[in-house]
C-alpha cells in the first residue's frame, strides 16, 4: 500500500531551527509537496520537490532524497505564526496526491 | 488573481438530514476541481475530482455525491447524512494540465453530524 509518514507534534523554541521528517512508500513519484495548515484554516503552498536536493525559500527550505524516499522541511528563525500543522503529500505514478497526517509544530516564547 | 470560495464555513445537521457544499473558483478557466476531507489526525482524503463540467470522478464508495454543473462551480452533496460523515472538507482547484501544479484550497466547511 501507499503510505505517509511524519510525526505527530514537535515544539521548538521561537528564533531556533526545526526539522520535520516525511518518509515515503508510493507506486511511482512525481514530486513531494509541502503545506501548511493553520487550525481551521485551508492548507497553502509551501514547496514543491521533484528532483533530489534541498530547495531555499526565504526561511522555508525543503530536502529531497528519492532513493531514500525521504524529506524534511527545515523552519529557520522561528516565529510564533509558525505554529501550524506542516503537511507532506507524494504524487504518484497516476498523479494523485497521497497525504501524510501532518505534523503539528507548536513554537514556545 | 484567481480565488476560490467555499459555503457554508460552518454547518451542524442531524443524522439522516440532506447535505449541499459549494465552492466557486473566480479568475481562471476550466480548472480541475476537487473535494478533500479532512479527519482529526488522518490526511486529506481524495473525494471527487473533475476536470470539466459534468465531468466526476469519485475516489471513494460513500453516500456522498459531487456535481459540476458550471465551469467554475463544484457542489458536494448528501441525500441522508451519517454521524460518519462528520469532518473537515476542503474544495481546492489546479490549472488544467498542471498534473503536478500547486492546489488552491478553500476556506473549508466544518460539518458536524449529531
Known amino acids: 500500500g501507499q503510505n505517509i509518514d511524519q510525526p505527530t507534534e514537535m515544539t521548538a523554541t521561537e528564533g531556533a531551527i526545526v526539522q520535520i521528517n516525511c518518509t515515503y512508500q508510493t507506486s511511482g513519484f512525481n514530486g513531494l509537496f509541502w503545506y501548511q495548515q493553520h487550525a481551521g484554516e485551508a492548507p497553502t503552498f509551501l514547496s514543491y520537490?521533484?528532483l533530489d536536493g534541498l530547495e531555499e525559500k526565504g526561511r522555508f527550505s525543503s530536502f529531497l532524497s528519492r532513493s531514500k524516499g525521504y524529506s524534511y522541511l527545515l523552519l529557520k528563525e522561528l516565529q510564533m505564526k509558525d505554529s501550524a500543522s506542516y503537511l507532506c503529500?507524494?504524487?504518484?505514478?497516476?498523479?494523485?496526491?497521497?497525504w501524510g497526517a501532518g505534523t503539528k509544530l507548536i513554537i514556545k516564547p | 488573481s484567481q480565488t476560490i470560495h467555499q459555503w457554508p464555513a460552518t454547518l451542524v445537521q442531524p443524522v439522516g438530514s440532506p447535505l449541499s457544499l459549494e465552492c466557486t473558483v473566480e479568475g481562471t478557466s476550466n480548472p480541475n476541481l476537487y473535494w478533500y476531507r479532512q479527519a482529526a489526525g488522518r490526511g486529506l482524503q481524495l473525494l471527487f475530482y473533475?476536470?470539466?463540467?459534468?465531468?466526476i470522478s469519485s475516489e471513494v464508495p460513500q453516500n456522498l455525491s459531487a456535481s459540476r454543473p458550471q465551469d467554475r462551480q463544484f457542489i458536494l452533496s448528501s441525500k441522508k447524512l451519517l454521524l460518519s460523515d462528520s469532518g473537515f472538507y476542503l474544495c481546492?482547484?489546479?490549472?488544467?494540465?498542471?498534473?503536478?501544479?500547486?492546489?488552491?484550497f478553500g476556506e473549508g466547511s466544518r460539518l458536524t453530524v449529531l
Open positions: 481546492a482547484w489546479r490549472l488544467a494540465g498542471e498534473d503536478t501544479g500547486e492546489l488552491f
Open positions: 473533475s476536470v470539466g463540467i459534468g465531468q
Open positions: 520537490n521533484v
Open positions: 503529500a507524494v504524487m504518484d505514478s497516476n498523479y494523485q496526491l497521497i
